[in-house]
Each structure stands twice: as C-alpha cells, then as structure tokens.
C-alpha cells in the first residue's frame, strides 16, 4: 500500500504506541505525540524519529495529580486536555491520518483536518460512552463519567471519519447511534509475545485462579468474590492495585501490588486458569498476555475476551460467560480448572496461533485497514 503519513497522539502509552511502533515498521511515516518521556517510549520500542513529546508542557497537571487530592471536579481533566491538545498541534506536522484518543482530543485531530486534509481516526477503548455511563451509574460505588467527559467523546464521535474498537461488543453498543456505528471497524488488541513465553510446567498443586487488574466494581470482582467463595477447593490470585470494592479478607484470596507488565508471567505460572469477570470494558490487555502464556482464559461477555478466539486453538481455551452472573462464572471456572488439570487438554499453543495475538499481527490488520480506506478515497 501507499506510504501515509501518520500522527498518533496518546496521554500515555495505552497501545497507541505499540500502534505507532508497528505502523513505522511497515514503513509508514510516523509521529507520536505524548507527554511519554523519549527513552520510556524507546523502551517499548519506538524509535527516536517516531517521538514527539510534550512532557515539560503538562509535568506539573501530572504532579498535582499524583501529590494533590482531585477535589475540583472536571478541572483537572480540562486542563488535562487542553495542555495534551497543544503541545500536539504545536509538534504537528503534516499528515495524512490522525488517530487520537476519544474524547481527549478533540481540537487537534480538527486542527490536522483543517490545515492539511488530514483523515480522522479516534480510538474509543470501551463501549459508546452513553452506554458505559447507563452500565456503571447501576454498579455500586463505581466511577461514573461527567457530564463534561461524556460531551467531549460525543464531538468525537461526530467528527471521526473512523472510529477504532477492540471488540465486537464494544461495537454492538453504538447500534444506538446507526451514523455513528456506520464509522466502526474492529481490531482486536494484540502483546508483546516476547514477554509472554508460554509457561505450562512447573504449576502450582491445587486449583489456582488468576485476575489482573484493579479491584473494581467495573471489573466485576464483587461477582468473581461471590463464585470463589463457592468453590471452596480454589484460590484466586489478585494482581493490581486495590480500589472501591472491598477485597475479601480469607487465606483463599491472596493480593499482590501492581508489577510491571512484563513481571506478569511469573504470576501466570502460578495460576491455572485467568478469570476476566468485567461489567464493561473493551478489551481488557491482559486476556491476550495469559492467553500467550498458555493459560485458558475465563471472561464475561464484557470483556472483549471472545475476539481473541483468531483460531480455533484459541477459541478452545476461551470461555464466554454473561456478565454478573454468577452461577455462570462459577461454571465456567469449574470446567476450565477440570480441564487444566489433564495434560492433554491445554498442551503448547502452536505458534502460528500465537503470532495472530501478536501487536504485528494488530499492526498488520490496522494498516489493511487504512490502505482500504485510502483506496476508497481514490475511488470516489
């Protein structure tokens, strides 16, 4: 396909510099725009002609956001994203494509519109945003959007040529909205294979069930808290940071502080099974990173876990369940654990089945998606 030229602009890291790693290496022109300091994102392996920060611009939002209580209501993420959408259009060049987060940037991605025709793309991570406020305003003691949070992802919404979206579930929920579904494509988010070897020896004696991520209402963990307690031969494994649901104080729960991610596969060899129990999210990372790993994997009909299935091998090791049922749950989890416990049923996953969980593999699909974009546009 033709050579395009691509600003990303990300808060953080998220996948869009993964994104704009994979993009570089098929040969696109490509610049990232974050307050991501450059030897961070070389790390990860993005290189140096790829970045185009803006740190010194938003360092002290992030520092009062890490020493100072957020007590002013929308205040801080307004600054949040005006700072990001400066210093975006201050390093722009011109492009082609923008693709930007949802709701944070808005006047960028209009900007690189107005001055150099550039095509839209916003990356919306969880489902349309009215769906998501109706979904967690009925969970107990969740963080609700603002207002302010879901008027911005609305102009998103209308101002996109395109809208990216891990999961078909996350696409369902903009049926609401039949010209902004129109916009929709779907890739699934991949991982870092080489900080995932696949990890089946040496596994814990019992039946050990694994969940990262933070111990949320959102997550689901009340309802995973209700099925453990149930099965009374299992224990579940928690890694990340505790936040507005209480975790149960029994020797079968055990919590460990967030690591980094690629420490992660030391607790995957330690587990059995990987449970993602979510009321809302749009694809949950981590599902991919024990899937590599070699565990099978649990999850909720909120998750995005059932877009992993790229095969049948994978489809093999994924168990769908409602979300917030758990009757279900505990169902699913009792066959996985039965199945886990015979050799013969999870053995390696053969390697092609792994690459197509691959960010190359994301990378690949993303950039078919643009030349047949592009191709459209040349046609009319």
């Known amino acids: 396909m033709q050579k395009l030229r691509i600003a990303i602009a990300s808060f953080g890291r998220f996948h869009l510099l993964d994104l704009a790693r994979e993009l570089d290496a098929l040969r696109h022109e490509v610049r990232f725009h974050s307050y991501v300091p450059s030897e961070r994102a070389a790390r990860f392996g993005l290189p140096s002609r790829c970045h185009a920060g803006y740190l010194p611009l938003v360092a002290p939002l992030l520092a009062w956001n890490k020493f100072a209580p957020r007590r002013s209501g929308d205040l801080y993420t307004k600054m949040l994203f005006a700072a990001c959408n400066r210093g975006t259009i201050a390093r722009l060049r011109p492009c082609d494509v923008f693709i930007g987060m949802s709701g944070g940037f808005v006047e960028a991605p209009l900007y690189a519109r107005r001055r150099y025709g550039a095509k839209?793309?916003?990356?919306?991570?969880?489902?349309?945003?009215?769906?998501?406020?109706?979904?967690?305003?009925?969970?107990?003691?969740?963080?609700?959007?603002?207002?302010?949070?879901?008027?911005?992802?609305?102009?998103?919404?209308?101002?996109?040529?395109?809208?990216?979206?891990?999961?078909?579930?996350?696409?369902?929920?903009?049926?609401?909205?039949?010209?902004?579904?129109?916009?929709?494509?779907?890739?699934?988010?991949?991982?870092?294979?080489?900080?995932?070897?696949?990890?089946?020896?040496?596994?814990?004696?019992?039946?050990?069930?694994?969940?990262?991520?933070?111990?949320?209402?959102?997550?689901?963990?009340?309802?995973?808290?209700?099925?453990?307690?149930?099965?009374?031969?299992?224990?579940?494994?928690?890694?990340?940071?505790?936040?507005?649901?209480?975790?149960?104080?029994?020797?079968?729960?055990?919590?460990?502080?967030?690591?980094?991610?690629?420490?992660?596969?030391?607790?995957?060899?330690?587990?059995?099974?990987?449970?993602?129990?979510?009321?809302?999210?749009?694809?949950?990372?981590?599902?991919?990173?024990?899937?590599?790993?070699?565990?099978?994997?649990?999850?909720?009909?909120?998750?995005?876990?059932?877009?992993?299935?790229?095969?049948?091998?994978?489809?093999?090791?994924?168990?769908?369940?409602?979300?917030?049922?758990?009757?279900?749950?505990?169902?699913?989890?009792?066959?996985?654990?039965?199945?886990?416990?015979?050799?013969?049923s999870f053995g390696p996953l053969p390697e092609a089945d792994r690459q197509t969980l691959s960010w190359r593999a994301y990378g690949e699909r993303y950039s078919n998606h643009l030349a047949t974009l592009f191709g459209a546009q040349r046609g009319s």
């Not at 603002?146 to 999961?167: N, W």
């Open 120 to 344: 839209i793309i916003l990356e919306r991570g969880s489902r349309h945003m009215l769906s998501q406020r109706e979904i967690l305003a009925a969970a107990p003691g969740a963080y609700v959007p603002t207002d302010y949070e879901v008027e911005r992802e609305l102009m998103g919404y209308e101002l996109a040529d395109i809208i990216s979206v891990p999961s078909r579930q996350v696409a369902d929920s903009f049926k609401r909205d039949p010209a902004v579904a129109a916009k929709l494509l779907v890739n699934p988010y991949g991982v870092d294979l080489d900080q995932f070897p696949q990890r089946l020896s040496n596994k814990p004696d019992g039946r050990v069930v694994l969940f990262v991520g933070n111990w949320i209402y959102r997550k689901g963990v009340d309802i995973l808290t209700a099925a453990i307690e149930q099965m009374p031969e299992v224990r579940l494994l928690h890694v990340g940071s505790l936040g507005d649901a209480p975790f149960p104080s029994h020797p079968r729960f055990t919590h460990h502080d967030p690591v980094p991610q690629w420490r992660l596969t030391e607790f995957h060899s330690k587990a059995h099974i990987f449970v993602m129990p979510s009321r809302e999210e749009g694809l949950a990372l981590v599902q991919a990173q024990a899937l590599a790993s070699g565990l099978p994997l649990v999850c909720t009909d909120r998750t995005g876990g059932a877009d992993l299935a790229h095969s049948a091998a994978l489809a093999s090791r994924i168990r769908v369940v409602p979300n917030g049922d758990v009757s279900a749950l505990k169902q699913a989890m009792t066959e996985m654990l039965d199945r886990a416990s015979t050799s013969s």
